[in-house]
């Protein structure tokens, strides 16, 4: 739980004409993660593997499988099959299917890209001819001429035109359409040319040019357009036809895609091994608690003929890291992942996170209205998102999450969407609403702690300080175990820093004494009431007062203890170590900071809510619950993202900065995932 | 002492006020930064999210000081 799965190094060596079905194990078996072998390691005796020779064919294969479920839009990982097909029923219709399956597919594609081809050419057509078409003149009386100069286009100003051609000359014609577009073609005298182009430009004149082709543009725009019609219909039946390819072989695609893909992932396995002129080497490595099975299955499959021996771990190998976890708890790792994936020698923390992660972020909200709504916008994004993995995860936190937070809401906070259920003192926050006053019942569930009492934000504080100091001692317990073999120095410095932590933790207890005190108090009955106030207590309260400042002569010793242990390890530079354990132990101040701002956001909306709902003017009470409403949510949103990312915060920046080092390389057994394949 | 706990009062705002300001500087910088290099490698994700979140503690120092200041109004 607290260790990655512990890995066995093995070296596998046989003679080649047993490697393709040392591989055929292996992949069956997926539970064996291959070093690769590099050119580095090479020798005179040892070379790297070259793939089989059935690589590039099926390569090939994979290749045309996969252009053709391109063309279909078909996407292996989004889609799903009835029935996974078997293997050998792919082997078998694989090579007749597959090569008429690309030439149906091409010749489609062809037809339909042909069709739009010839479709666009078309409507590019009556669209140069379309202006032609308001004016009836066939299209080769516009040119021919020796004496003339033709200008067709559009004009902006045609009143003008019509008004000032005259005083150029008198020998010109003038079209122009009846429609709005002001299309107008223009013969005139060819000496007159250059006047008129320049009052044509006076108009706003742009040209049009005119298309090739004789007749009259009315009909051309009628026969294009029938042909069009006839065009489209084809093209409907070719995408229906394609639609229909496209479900029939389906299944076959993906499953033979799945398939070949396995193929080349076998054939090309070798180029991960060294090799000899006659034999083959596998160095991987496989969890110990399956080196028992894997050894008997290749020994029994082979007959003996694989020589399998295990290797010693040295201390610079850099085995790949499996976590083993319960299945709650794994969900955990890909927050832990999104960090580092933790090295083979760290201690895994999902278990720790997959606690205290969603206990923080519940603290943080602490608000059973938030809780619930809570929980049901995790459920909501696991539905919504339930093909991604990393989505479903985040709503599983948001989840649990939401459950501590309607616990702390309804046990320690007492309210629900920033309103108190009751009021405990009375004297302070008179005007405030509770739930009890709102709906007229008693509901007698006290606020342990008021939120926006000063008294409430003390005690806030010191729970995070106290909260702070077990997560970071915890962190700082696990590096001085995970270095007190490799690294002592580092460990003594964690041990050190363990005092310093405590020093200042004391410290600020005896500076909040009387809020502790409270909570000592139901301990007085008890039978270690003598020992505490007998004994514990005074003594961490005897000091010397430092500035108004009370300095327990306990908080002292430990913290000069673990300074002087710091300095004689690690020298004057391990103070600022001494620095940082301060700044991370205030840092925890923020789970007080987030809880008190968003109820104190909670608190102003619904002063401003409630006061308009409870005004007495309807109009103004509906405005009122949309406001709240809308003021609600904002708050839910607002503080959910907030808490949690600065929950995440919490463990990535103090708590891993004391242990983990991350970095791994991941368990990557030779294997696949089958979706649409079975071996059966 | 209605003036007095005026100044305190001042002063709580001024603390936690100029944290927030030098906090929100700081990670004005390193936000960009990060999504930049997140952006090129999402594996950075992690490691830019904390640098991101490290000037926070700027402003809870803030919020201390103001803290302990409003106690003593």
Redesign the interface.
């Known amino acids: 739980m607290f260790r990655p799965q512990e890995m066995t190094r093995t070296l596998l060596i046989g003679a080649k004409q047993d490697l393709e079905h040392t591989i055929e194990l292996l992949h069956t078996l997926e539970v064996v993660h291959i070093i690769d072998f590099t050119t580095a390691e090479a020798d005179e005796h040892l070379t790297l593997g070259a793939p089989t020779t059935k690589a590039s064919g099926v390569s090939q294969n994979l290749l045309k499988v996969r252009s053709s479920a391109q063309m279909l839009s078909l996407n292996p990982e989004k889609q799903t099959i009835s029935e996974k097909l078997s293997e050998k029923q792919i082997q078998h219709d694989i090579s007749l299917k597959i090569q008429d399956m690309e030439l149906s597919v091409l010749s489609l594609m062809e037809t339909k890209t042909r069709l739009e081809e010839h479709f666009r050419k078309l409507d590019e057509r009556i669209r140069q001819v379309e202006p032609f078409a308001t004016m009836d003149l066939p299209l080769e009386d516009y040119q021919g001429y020796d004496h003339l100069s033709v200008f067709t286009g559009y004009v902006r100003d045609l009143k003008k035109l019509t008004e000032n051609i005259p005083t150029i000359t008198q020998e010109y014609e003038l079209f122009f359409s009846d429609a709005d577009d002001q299309m107008i073609a223009l013969f005139i005298i060819k000496k007159h040319t250059e006047d008129a182009s320049k009052l044509l430009n006076d108009c706003g004149f742009t040209e049009v040019k005119l298309p090739e082709g004789t007749g009259l543009p009315k009909q051309f725009i009628e026969k294009w357009t029938e042909q069009k019609k006839e065009l489209s219909e084809k093209l409907v039946q070719t995408t229906k036809d394609i639609l229909e390819f496209r479900k029939r072989y389906a299944e076959f695609i993906l499953a033979s895609e799945e398939y070949l893909a396995i193929e080349v992932q076998k054939a090309e396995a070798p180029v991960l091994f060294g090799t000899t002129e006659h034999s083959f080497m596998i160095d991987c490595w496989v969890p110990t608690h399956e080196i028992q099975h894997v050894t008997e299955t290749l020994e029994k499959e082979m007959n003996g003929s694989l020589y399998i021996q295990q290797i010693e771990s040295k201390h610079d190998d850099e085995p790949p890291t499996l976590l083993k976890n319960s299945k709650p708890v794994r969900r955990f790792e890909y927050l832990l992942e999104?960090?580092?994936i933790p090295n083979y020698r760290d201690i895994d923390p999902s278990f720790i996170l997959s606690l205290i992660f969603p206990l923080f972020f519940g603290l943080m909200i602490g608000d059973i209205g938030y809780g619930i709504l809570l929980i049901l916008f995790g459920i909501l994004f696991m539905k919504l998102f339930k093909d991604s993995e990393g989505f479903t995860n985040i709503g599983w936190y948001i989840i649990i999450a939401g459950i501590f937070s309607s616990i702390f809401g309804l046990f320690l906070f007492g309210d629900m969407f920033g309103l108190p259920f009751m009021l405990a003192h009375g004297a302070e926050g008179e005007t405030a609403y509770t739930w009890s006053t709102l709906l007229g019942i008693h509901i007698p569930i006290p606020s342990v702690i008021h939120k926006m009492e000063?008294l409430g934000?003390?005690q806030l504080?010191v729970i995070s300080i106290i909260a702070g100091y077990l997560h970071l001692g915890l962190g700082l317990l696990i590096g001085v175990l995970v270095e007190r073999k490799h690294d002592k120095k580092h460990a003594i410095t964690k041990i050190g820093l363990l005092f310093v932590l405590t020093a200042l933790a004391l410290l600020i207890f005896v500076m909040a004494d009387w809020t502790i005190g409270q909570w000592l108090k139901p301990l007085k009955d008890t039978t270690i009431a003598p020992a505490l106030w007998g004994t514990f207590i005074p003594l961490v309260k005897s000091g010397f007062s430092f500035g108004g400042l009370l300095v327990p002569y306990v908080s002292m010793v430990f913290g000069i203890l673990g300074i002087i242990l710091i300095i004689i390890v690690a020298g004057g530079f391990g103070l600022v170590e001494v620095l940082e354990v301060t700044?991370h132990l205030?840092?925890y101040?923020?789970l007080a900071?987030i809880c008190v701002a968003k109820a104190a956001m909670a608190f102003a909306f619904n002063m401003i809510g409630l006061g308009l709902i409870l005004s007495g003017n309807i109009i103004i009470g509906i405005l009122g619950v949309i406001l709240l409403i809308f003021m609600q949510l904002m708050v839910f949103a607002l503080g959910a993202l907030s808490s949690g990312?600065?929950a995440?915060?919490l463990h990535?920046?103090e708590f891993f900065m004391k242990f983990y080092k991350g970095e791994g390389l991941r368990f990557n057994p030779f294997g696949y995932k089958r979706k649409y394949t079975t071996t059966k | 002492m209605a003036a007095e706990t005026g100044i305190i009062a001042i002063g709580a705002g001024i603390a936690i006020g100029s944290a927030a300001l030098a906090t929100a500087w700081a990670q004005k910088t390193i936000g960009a930064a990060a999504v930049g290099a997140a952006a090129e490698n999402e594996k950075m994700f992690g490691k830019g999210l904390i640098y991101m979140v490290l000037p926070e503690t700027i402003v809870l120092f803030g919020l201390v000081i103001a803290f302990l200041l409003w106690t003593k109004m």
Do not use: C, N
């Open positions: 999104l960090y580092s000063s934000m003390t504080l700044s205030m840092s101040t923020r900071a990312i600065q995440v915060r990535y920046v």
